[in-house]
């Protein structure tokens, strides 16, 4: 009697079962790829399979634009420099203007100066009106001059920074070029793999996934903490009839293991 009731068990356990395998994949592989044209001068081929750091694992040429940034640099410093001497120079037009206005205003009316006389202070006074106006103009000239600059420094610090590639913490799953190789934008350079946590992805009918989320997660028979994590709604395009489930694990020692998985109710 003993042993029909744990076969009854047994039997009653399977029915409310779901087994399936699935393969340890890390958490993400990304595949980059060039923002940028350039000459491909170093890629770290020891570093393949490996855990990356803070160095770089690819340098694409950058020679040409760390010039230009530096020669961008002096010049939006020499036109800053510029546009600040003629801010000085503003205020002494301004105050020469005040007091040609002040002058001006004076005279005008006064029957003891002739036509000529007002007409001298008044294309004076307009003269220097005039300067002012121009000088004005010339500053909002170096302003629009040093925005153009800045945004092209801007770019150029960008494509620098885009011609170093690090990944730290990923593994450099695969290397795509090779010194002295040239690239374009969009051109695959290496891949890489985030191995901080892990995938388990299984494909569920639409009866198992109405209840999946609420299973119990057993690895090699081994009840663990684990949930499904993700459920896609849509059905597989290769697995048909099936929706695509992933359960987020800590990371193994090695990847790319088969495990058995079970979706238990106890």
């Known amino acids: 009697m003993k042993y029909l009731v744990i076969l009854i068990t047994i039997a009653f356990s399977l029915l409310h079962a779901s087994e399936h395998y699935a393969k340890v994949k890390p958490y993400e592989i990304r ?44 010049k939006i410093k020499l036109l800053h420099v510029t546009l600040s001497l003629n801010e000085q120079l503003k205020k002494n037009y301004e105050e ?5 206005g002040e002058n001006y205003e004076r005279i005008k009316d006064l029957k003891i100066k002739s036509s000529v006389e007002k007409d001298r202070e008044f294309y004076d006074f307009v003269a220097s009106r005039n300067a002012l106006l121009s000088l004005e103009k010339e500053m909002l000239s170096l302003q629009t001059q040093i925005n153009d600059l800045e945004l092209r420094s801007a770019q150029l610090k960008r494509s620098i920074s885009d011609k170093h590639f690090k990944a730290n913490g990923y ?86 293991a088969l495990i058995k998985v079970e979706l238990r109710d106890e």
Do not use: C
Not at 31 to 40: F, H, K, M, R
Not at 48 to 69: F, N, R, T, V
Not at 96 to 100: A, D, P, S, V, W
């Open 31 to 74: 595949t980059i790829s060039a923002n940028v044209s350039g000459l491909i001068l170093f890629t770290d081929e020891q570093k393949e399979g490996a855990l990356l750091e803070k160095k770089e694992y690819i340098i694409i040429d950058d020679e040409l634009d760390i010039i230009e940034y530096d020669k961008l640099d002096k």
């Open 96 to 100: 020469i203007l005040r007091r040609k």
């Open 171 to 256: 593994i450099l799953y695969a290397l795509m070029v090779k010194p002295g190789q040239v690239v374009s934008p969009a051109t695959p350079l290496a891949k890489i793999a985030d191995v901080s946590r892990a995938l388990l992805t299984l494909y569920l009918s639409s009866e198992e996934i109405a209840t999946a989320k609420e299973k119990i997660v057993y690895l090699d028979g081994k009840r663990s903490d684990y949930k499904i994590e993700r459920i896609w709604n849509i059905a597989d395009e290769k697995h048909l009839s099936s929706y695509k489930v992933q359960i987020i694990i800590d990371a193994p020692e090695n990847f790319s």
